[in-house]
């Protein structure tokens, strides 16, 4: 069996989508943004710490020395942003937009309310370092958080320079109804072959999935689109 080693270098894009409180794509309008508008995404794994059991005899010999097994909480996400895209921020975050009077109102920021949550999957591809192409085909990484809870606006400051307006605190979610998601992202090798869904379902206890695609990433949009 051949493995693919991955060198990934440069994020290219990332696309959030829109979730129901129980982790399923919402279908319909304003459901889903591509951005290649973010400096960095930061992920940090959360774990905790196993449980030791130690039990000391009278001769001062351990009688039981023993450990559980550390335990994945949730990996903790910051989105670095610099492109203020207000309808990205109100879908990760619940954030409310700003309307301008247009004919047809037009999204121009967002506000920080109190008790405001999104839920959301992020997806983000990358270019891979040395990686030959397969098939013809450029390869991807490809990094999908199938389930995003709790994210906030985290602090920023407005000063003779670019201003970065991160969105912080956000944590994946066990028990995503993701499936195989709502978008080819991957290209089959067997027949039928061509673009498709994930090859496999994310599982309940899946937190991350990680995997090279030649399937290019989605172009980056202005603002959410309809998720049909």
Known sequence: MATYCLKVIRGRVIRLTKLDACGS??????????SDGFVSIEVRMEIEDPTEYKVKGANDNFIVNDRGRPLLKWASLTMNMQAVDPELYN?????????NDAATPE?????LREAVFGN????????????????????YGYVLFPWV???IVGDYTI?????SFPITQARTHNNALWGVGPYNVDNKISAPAGPSPLLTAIQPLD???????????PAATC??????
């Open 25 to 34: 794509p919402i279908h319909g309008p304003k459901a889903s943004v591509t």
């Open 91 to 99: 879908l990760a975050t619940g954030s409310p937009l700003v309307m």
């Open 107 to 111: 999204a121009v920021g967002f506000r």
């Open 120 to 139: 959301f999957a992020l997806e983000v591809w990358t270019d891979l370092s040395g990686q030959p192409c397969t098939g013809g085909l450029t390869n």
């Open 149 to 151: 809870v709790d994210a």
């Open 159 to 163: 000063e003779n320079a670019a201003v």
């Open 207 to 217: 937190h991350m999935d990680m995997h090279l695609t030649t399937l290019p990433p």
């Open 223 to 228: 603002g959410a689109v309809t998720l049909p």
